[in-house]
């Protein structure tokens, strides 16, 4: 188990949701989260947005090139587009970290700071500034 799959139980236990690579931008995956857990110890349950860690497909593009002329993306062999839901994007294991995007509510900012040691007990580091306008950056290499 790699350190992001640590820190991902790690969150489940605090009744937290950590997504990867929700479709499109922040707009839009905020739009995408699911109403309910789907794993962890909260399965079943509905989801609190004042506890959820995400990121999006922009924030983890492949390396890969954009075929203008024919309107696609020339995919790293053994890939299609079936793997990727709007843009290319990487998994946890081909990244070492990422920004996450939170709930900018004062109930929002209050969970995460409470789950900051949680984060680092995983064997993870953050950086983040405290504000409702930053996102956070975790490091799990």
Not at 59 to 65: A, G, I, S, V, Y
Not at 100 to 115: A, D, Q, R
Request: aromatic share 12%; proline share 6%.
């Amino acid at each position: 188990m790699n350190k992001f799959d640590t820190l991902k139980d790690r969150l489940q236990e605090h009744g937290w949701y950590l997504g990867w690579a929700l479709p499109c931008c922040q707009s839009c995956a905020w739009m995408e989260l699911p109403m309910e857990h789907k794993d962890g110890p909260f399965k079943g349950q509905e989801l609190d947005y004042d506890k959820v860690l995400f990121n999006h497909e922009q924030d983890c593009l492949l390396d890969c090139k954009y075929d203008e002329e024919n309107e696609k993306y020339i995919l790293p062999e053994g890939m299609t587009r079936d793997d990727y839901t709007v843009f290319p994007h990487t998994t946890p294991e081909q990244q070492t970290n990422s920004l996450f995007c939170f709930s900018g509510e004062t109930i929002g900012i209050e969970n995460l700071k409470k789950i900051l040691p949680v984060i680092e007990a995983a064997g993870c580091r953050y950086d983040w500034n405290g504000s409702p306008n930053s996102r956070i950056e975790i490091d799990w290499s």
